[in-house]
């Protein structure tokens, strides 16, 4: 276009902007089942009294009727209730066959209002009296509206469906690289910082055994004992970083967080555990030990309680754990806070394990976290990620 005046394109452009504005509407394809040529002309000419251009076509059977729906595509379907043979129920189920589905309206005679109701349950668009045929125009007009819309909504929800597969594969994504994360910072921890830490600690034990000065021992004492108490944060951050206890089991794992728990804040807390499958998947396990992790974090920020209780089952193939406190609870709109990142994460590792996570909480009465992961589903829904 180099060469063109700017003011010409300009002006095409207008001049093709307004023809399409102004061309007229394409021609609407009905189809009608009826086997009256006077109802059919009665419905022609009402359509044609309203100028709506439209191309109908008419039919008998129910066999031409497939057949026409299988060979072109139509606008709306209008159909007689009686016909010769059948009924424009089993129409109307021949064209929830085909792979659009397309406004259907009863033109018919009078048909009880039973049969009115059953035909509008059963997904029908509307119905309109024979008598009243000049407002054929106006319902067709309605019923074409009505499927705009419910064609731009299932467009929406699918559009929302597949933002939500993102969403959620992109948080897998991100909880499995963090978990990577965790588990190479672990490892630095434990290999240089703990190596380092401990051969500290020898060269301490040396000077202590062979200095004679009680002041310089008095020194050395002092920073053994931080030396050790830099090595047992170092085995903590590391054991929260990369679970290890895991290896030894889901049981043994939990059993030592709340344990820990307990030493840490005085809080009386227990575990009760009745697991009969031998070896849960481990990313059941690391879901469960997280779950108890991050609500254990939360009851101590949050819960100002003096009892926490541990429930663990796989009762009927399904993993239960259940972390309740008798504390002051928590508001239902706290639940929904855009802050609320905790909980929020703990629900999305449980859909990643192909379970739920159910809160339950009142005000004085104390919290119940409760983790549920059907076992069978998470071992088919693995299984397919691996075959995709």
């Given at each position: ?35 009256s ?31 026409q ?38 033109l ?17 668009s ?60 672990a ?11 401990a ?57 030592w ?27 059941i ?98 299984k ?5």
């Open positions: 276009m180099q060469g063109i005046p700017r003011w010409i394109i300009q002006d095409n452009a207008t001049w093709f902007i307004m023809q399409k504005e102004h061309s007229p509407p394409s021609p609407l394809r009905i189809l009608h089942l009826e086997d040529l006077l109802d059919h002309e009665l419905a022609r000419r009402a359509l044609d009294n309203a100028r709506q251009p439209c191309i109908i076509e008419r039919v008998e059977t129910l066999e031409d009727f497939q057949r729906l299988q060979n072109s595509r139509f606008d709306v379907i209008l159909a007689d209730y009686r016909l010769a043979g059948f009924t424009a129920f089993e129409a109307w189920q021949v064209a929830l066959q085909q792979s659009r589905r397309t406004p259907f309206i009863l018919s005679g009078a048909i009880g209002e039973a049969a009115v109701v059953t035909a509008i349950r059963m997904g029908i509307d119905y309109l009296a024979k008598e009243d045929v000049r407002s054929l125009p106006q319902v067709i007009r309605r019923v074409l509206e009505m499927d705009a819309i419910r064609r731009a909504k299932e467009v929406a929800e699918l559009q929302i469906a597949a933002s939500q597969k993102q969403l959620a594969d992109f948080a897998e994504h991100l909880q499995n690289t963090i978990e990577q994360e965790r588990a190479a910072i490892r630095e921890i434990h290999d240089s910082i703990g190596g380092a830490l051969a500290v600690r020898f060269d301490l034990s040396w000077l202590n055994r062979h200095c004679t000065v009680a002041q310089e021992q008095s020194h050395i004492a002092d920073a053994t004992a931080m030396l050790q108490q830099a090595l047992e944060a170092s085995q903590r951050i590391t054991h929260h970083l990369r679970p290890a206890v895991l290896e030894q089991g889901l049981v043994a794992a939990v059993q967080l709340v344990s820990s728990f307990a030493a840490r804040t005085g809080i009386d807390a227990s575990v009760r555990a009745e697991i009969q499958t031998p070896k849960l998947p481990k990313a396990e690391l879901v469960a030990y997280r779950t108890v992790q991050e609500a254990l974090t939360n009851i101590v920020k949050h819960a100002q309680c003096h009892q926490v209780r541990v429930e663990l089952s796989d009762a009927k193939k399904v993993l239960t754990l259940e972390i309740s406190d008798n504390g002051k609870g928590i508001v239902v709109a706290d639940l929904g806070k855009a802050k609320a990142f905790g909980l929020r994460g703990l629900r999305e590792r449980a859909e990643q394990a192909g379970g739920w996570l159910d809160v339950s909480s009142q005000p004085g009465a104390g919290t119940s976290i409760i983790l549920s992961v059907p076992l069978e589903s998470h071992a088919a829904a693995t397919q990620k691996e075959a995709a």
